[in-house]
Nanobody
Framework: QVQLVESGGGLVQAGASLRLSCAASGRTFNAYSVGWFRQAPGNEREFVAAVGWNGSRRYFLDSVKGRFTISRDNAKNTVDLQMDSLKPEDTAVYYC?????????????WGQGTQVTVSS
């Protein structure tokens, strides 16, 4: 399994941009689908974006389409979330997530989370 460490969170004003980065350890990172979830206070954790193992497929939460992009670099074992035109409702702890099916076994990992705060 891979271990994930996020970085890049912070406090910004509405309309600004942030780039989150997730660094993964492990030699099998390129076999994993990876993505980002977020959790705001009092809310359940929700899916934000994901990218397939080879980067050919990308998926986004409807409310972030056109504002967020996701990219991965399998040579560097990283996955980034570029967040533009940030809104106060994007405020949350953002978690990196990776998963991979081996036969019928799901291998998955979560990062520790990074705080993103968007002020109005």
């Amino acid at each position: 399994q891979v271990q994930l460490v996020e970085s890049g969170g912070g406090l910004v004003q509405a309309g600004a941009s942030l780039r989150l980065s997730c660094a993964a350890s492990g030699r099998t990172f390129n076999a994993y689908s990876v993505g980002w979830f977020r959790q705001a206070p009092g809310n359940e954790r929700e899916f934000v974006a994901a990218v397939g193992w080879n980067g050919s497929r990308r998926y986004f939460l409807d409310s972030v389409k056109g504002r967020f992009t996701i990219s991965r670099d399998n040579a560097k074992n990283t996955v980034d979330l570029q967040m533009d035109s940030l809104k106060p409702e994007d405020t949350a702890v953002y978690y990196c997530y990776a998963n991979h099916m081996v036969g019928s076994t799901l291998l998955d990992s979560w990062g520790q989370g990074t705080q993103v705060t968007v002020s109005s």
